[in-house]
């Protein structure tokens, strides 16, 4: 079965610093069809002006990835870990017993871009930890390249969560295969371009909900940047 999630269909909040479109029920955001797909239950897409961000703020409980679109965004937290991320880049932050953090514009004055992405772990109460990885266009381009997975195989940044993320940048021509297993589900979150999935034409923000299917096909892709999850149900 397959659910079209249109991109003009997902929540708005603009509080002038930031612009943000939540696919899911977030903040003050809330949509009863929208809470959450499997362990899946964030992808806040957010602009942020230059020198503005997110001050030090909590969490627990919670993996927290952050794929980096344009410009440079500032992690601190209270594990001592800071750094700059840019286009390419992938943040995991496992919440766990409880973390502090913020997360900043680097530039004066140029917008950062990038993608919130909030996993339900299968583990509670760990010990937070932090880990990033680069992965390149090349690397990307016309497969599905591993960036998060519950054994970080593959050189994937390690969530806690039998879960996996892959990110594929995709060309005409392009056609990708994945299957799934027995019981799991998927998601497909289209960053930008075009693509066709299991015959459904999709845009930039655009994202489809898959259940009950064993394969999904990638194809009929125009300068298209996808997020595909394998999911638990």
Do not use: C
Request: net charge negative; hydrophobic share 35%.
């Amino acid at each position: 079965m397959l659910q079209i999630r249109r991109s003009e269909e997902r929540g708005v909040a603009n509080h002038g610093w930031l612009q943000s479109r939540h696919t899911f029920s977030f903040g003050s955001y809330h949509d009863p069809k929208h809470t959450g797909f499997g362990p899946l239950l964030v992808i806040n897409e957010d602009q942020v002006l230059g020198g503005q961000g997110f001050g030090t703020h909590g969490h627990r409980d919670m993996e927290i990835i952050s794929y980096v679109l344009s410009g440079a965004l500032e992690h601190k937290d209270s594990m001592g870990t800071g750094s700059v991320l840019h286009y390419g880049d992938v943040q995991r932050m496992s919440a766990g017993n409880g973390v502090r953090h913020s997360e900043f514009n680097h530039s004066p004055s140029e917008q950062v871009h990038f993608l919130q992405i909030w996993i339900q772990p299968n583990q509670t109460g760990i010990p937070p930890s932090y880990e990033e990885k680069h992965f390149t266009p090349e690397s990307k381009q016309g497969r599905l390249r591993l960036i998060a997975s519950n054994d970080g195989r593959d050189g994937s940044v390690l969530i806690h969560q039998d879960a996996a993320l892959y990110a594929t940048i995709m060309a005409a021509g392009d056609h990708l295969k994945h299957e799934l297993a027995e019981g799991r589900i998927a998601y497909v979150h289209v960053i930008r371009g075009d693509v066709t999935v299991n015959g459904t034409p999709l845009k930039d923000g655009d994202a489809l909900k898959i259940t009950a299917e064993t394969l999904l096909t990638l194809q009929d892709a125009y300068e298209a940047e996808v997020l595909v999850f394998d999911l638990p149900a």
